[in-house]
């Protein structure tokens, strides 16, 4: 029988016989007052000087005014902030970036910090299950700053010891609705450090038109669209490939189309060449003068073309052995780019087992060897399902448009994309909303980046075909 010792506290048994127990009281040390004092007084001065630091308007203005009002009267202060306010507002005016850098954004990032995050942080990570109890102690994860850009809130996150980035990329949708945005993505700043993007408006509500032809020759990166802060989309066709997945009415075409038109002037200076597979003769055939003849809508037209493209790799591939390692786009050796649109219809849906074996071999063989010599491939297809594109991982850099379900998310971007906020599956149906809006993951970053590609209509593509057939 176990007996227990009398106390206030919980014992531990050590060793026990019929009749007693042997029992160990844990002995309880007591921080000394002052140790206690001087640890959070010091806590507390670190805390106030991060605050002057990143705050110093914020901190400045209700400090003078107070000062203001202790030693003149309220009527002075209350003169002061009208002051403070009017100067602020015709700053703003005058000059709105200056005003956004030194003081706009500063004080929007006070604001949300004491308004949203330090208000609602404990119960959001609570319910969240961030937050942590070990022995009857909480442990809280702890929140290091916030700062706001023109279109987000950036907040650093300090993990609890322990925590993966998994327990947080899990719970991107309760972060989410907690403080009140429609969408968070997450990433790794260093050990222990995550930094938590909150968008507040969406730069790519809107259709974006197509973008004025480039002025000048160049084979990318080409500008296509808006990235999701706003800034210029530049997608790198030279030196890899890329791969586009979307269901109907998704948008694939814009990115295909906005392609062309930014190395329009590079085409039309010989520097160069668009070779297109259009197998369901409705995309790419809007515009095949461009192409140059090299035009393929038959699936034997299209394996003849591939391996036309296969043949030129080889043979710059023996040219430039030993000599150069990178290619360098010239009227001698232009760059040429691969256009499939819907390959699965050559891979996959192909009825004839010796054309589609020949097909696949051609892409798999380009997509292995051929950015290095100048042969990209960029392809889109509607299903990205491994049966349909056993190949889908040789493509470097991937888009994801809208998908109809979350588990494609990983076939097209990759494992742990969705979690880090890819939520193709959440892109609207309606065109006017979603077409041409998507989640690229680059080969330089594991981080998906929302994007927009410009719709390029087919009066701009008329243009397009105009402008080169007088240039030629």
């Given at each position: 029988m176990f007996k227990k010792m009398p106390g206030d506290e919980p014992h531990r048994i050590v060793s026990t016989t019929p009749d007693t127990a042997?029992?160990?009281?844990?002995?309880?040390?007591?921080?000394?007052?002052?140790?206690t004092f001087l640890f959070y007084g010091l806590r507390g001065l670190i805390a106030l000087v991060r605050t002057l630091y990143r705050h110093p308007i914020a901190c400045a203005v209700p400090v003078t005014l107070g000062l203001t009002w202790t030693r003149y009267g309220w009527p002075y202060a209350a003169s002061l902030l009208g002051f403070i306010v009017l100067a602020l507002a015709s700053w703003a005016f005058l000059h709105r970036p200056s005003f956004n850098r030194w003081a706009g954004l500063r004080l929007l990032a006070w604001w949300r910090l004491m308004s949203t995050y330090r208000r609602h942080w404990q119960s959001v990570m609570d319910v969240s299950g961030l937050a942590k109890r070990v022995h009857g102690r909480g442990y809280l994860p702890r929140l290091?700053?916030?700062?706001?850009?023109?279109?987000?809130?950036?907040?650093t996150v300090k993990m609890l010891k322990g925590q993966a980035v998994k327990d947080w990329t899990d719970?991107?949708?309760?972060?989410?609705?907690?403080?009140?945005?429609?969408?968070?993505?997450?990433s790794m700043i260093k050990g222990g450090r995550l930094l938590l993007v909150f968008p507040r408006?969406?730069?790519?509500?809107?259709?974006?038109?197509?973008?004025?032809?480039?002025?000048?020759?160049?084979?990318?990166?080409?500008?296509?669209?808006?990235?999701?802060?706003?800034?210029?989309?530049?997608?790198?066709?030279?030196?890899?490939?890329?791969?586009?997945?979307?269901?109907t009415g998704a948008g694939k075409g814009s990115f295909l189309w906005s392609t062309i038109r930014g190395l329009l002037p590079a085409m039309m200076a010989g520097l160069v060449e668009v070779w297109a597979l259009d197998p369901k003769l409705m995309e790419l055939s809007f515009g095949r003068e461009l192409f140059q003849g090299r035009y393929a809508a038959g699936p034997a037209d299209c394996a003849e073309l591939l391996d036309e493209a296969v043949s030129v790799m080889q043979k710059r591939a023996a040219r430039f052995s030993g000599h150069r390692r990178n290619h360098v786009a010239t009227v001698e050796d232009p760059f040429v780019l691969v256009l499939v649109d819907e390959v699965a219809f050559l891979t996959a849906y192909q009825q004839d087992k010796q054309l589609r074996q020949r097909i696949s071999a051609a892409l798999a063989t380009l997509a292995t060897q051929g950015r290095s010599v100048g042969v990209g491939v960029m392809a889109a297809l509607q299903d990205p399902r491994k049966e349909v594109m056993n190949i889908r991982n040789l493509f470097p850099d991937k888009i994801a448009l809208r998908l109809d379900e979350s588990e494609q998310v990983a076939m097209v971007l990759g494992d742990g994309a969705r979690d880090r906020g890819a939520h193709a599956d959440y892109i609207s149906p309606v065109p006017e909303l979603g077409a041409g809006v998507a989640y690229m993951r680059l080969e330089t970053s594991p981080d998906p980046i929302r994007v927009r590609a410009a719709y390029v209509s087919d009066s701009d593509i008329r243009d397009m075909v105009e402008l080169f057939?007088?240039?030629?």
């Open positions: 042997v029992v160990f009281k844990p002995a309880v040390i007591e921080t000394p007052a002052i140790l290091v700053k916030v700062t706001c850009d023109g279109w987000a809130d950036r907040v719970r991107t949708d309760n972060l989410a609705h907690g403080f009140g945005v429609t969408s968070c993505r997450i408006t969406d730069p790519l509500a809107s259709p974006i038109p197509a973008l004025p032809i480039p002025g000048i020759p160049t084979v990318g990166p080409v500008e296509i669209g808006k990235q999701e802060d706003g800034s210029p989309l530049k997608l790198k066709v030279h030196g890899t490939h890329v791969l586009i997945a979307g269901a057939g007088r240039a030629a």
